[in-house]
Nanobody
């Protein structure tokens, strides 16, 4: 069992930065791939970024590549999402997720645990 708690969301102007954190509890954090997804009302949950259990492999959605960076600190059981050059279209609720395996994926079906989400709003 893994419990995930996101923090760091908020309101920021376009071009600004935010860093999201996801604190995990549970024995399996260090062996699980972790992901960030986002969702706006009326749309499906969208993949943002994922990282392998060791941090050596990362994947990004094309829409955030070069602007967002995912990282993890297994000693602190925390995964981060550094978001730079934010755009109004990045506005969404951002969810942290723990995968069913050490391999990162863009498929939300391959993630077993989810946080409650944190709102990110980017004003133009």
């Amino acid at each position: 069992q893994v419990q995930l708690v996101e923090s760091g969301g908020g309101l920021v102007q376009a071009g600004g930065s935010l860093r999201l954190s996801c604190a995990a509890s549970g024995r399996t954090f260090s062996s699980a791939a972790m992901g960030w997804f986002r969702q706006v009302p009326g749309k499906e949950r969208e993949f943002v970024a994922a990282i392998s259990w060791s941090g050596g492999i990362t994947h990004y959605a094309d829409s955030v590549k070069g602007r967002f960076t995912i990282s993890r600190d297994n000693a602190k059981s925390t995964v981060y999402l550094q978001m730079n050059s934010l755009k109004p279209e990045d506005t969404a609720v951002y969810y942290c997720s723990a995968g069913r395996s050490p391999v990162p994926s863009q498929d939300p079906e391959l993630y077993a645990y989810w946080g409650q989400g944190t709102q990110v709003t980017v004003s133009s």
